[in-house]
């Protein structure tokens, strides 16, 4: 199953019209057309009923919405957890003041230990 045919039904579902997904999509209205036919064929089921108003789901439609939001949100998940691995990593040696070490510099540094996790930080201070 392509994921960009579960995305187009997911757009086609939340906005109720198949022009309105392509505009948001950046494709055509036949192509989006063609990758719901192409789903339902692989699914065996009409997904939405059309209406010169537009389109709503189907009940096998409203069921598969549920699944695809989940394959959507696994998917990602997926990626954010592999842009994890891109964030910085290594040492850090920084410099600072005993004043600002005592005020904000602490703030800093752990709300940099929390978003950048695979990063050592040094610290020396002087007066």
Same mark, same amino acid.
């Given at each position: 199953m392509n994921l960009k045919f579960l995305e187009t039904f997911i757009w086609v579902a939340k906005l109720h019209s198949f022009s309105l997904a392509a505009d948001k999509l950046h494709s055509t209205q036949a192509a989006i057309s063609s990758r719901i036919s192409v789903l339902e064929q692989?699914?065996? =089921?009409?997904?939405?009923?059309?209406?010169?108003?537009?389109?709503?789901?189907?009940?096998?439609? +409203?069921?598969?919405?549920?699944?695809? +939001?989940?394959?959507?949100? =696994?998917?990602?998940?997926?990626?954010?957890?592999?842009?994890? +691995?891109?964030l910085a990593a290594g040492t850090i040696r920084i410099g600072a003041m005993d004043s600002a070490i005592h005020s904000w510099f602490v703030d800093f540094v752990a709300d940099a230990m929390h978003h950048y996790p695979n990063l050592d930080i040094e610290v020396t201070s002087d007066t």
């Open positions: 692989e699914l065996g =089921s009409k997904l939405f009923k059309r209406d010169p108003k537009g389109v709503t789901l189907t009940r096998a439609g +409203e069921r598969v919405l549920q699944h695809a +939001e989940q394959v959507s949100r =696994s998917m990602a998940e997926l990626y954010a957890s592999l842009q994890d +691995e891109n």
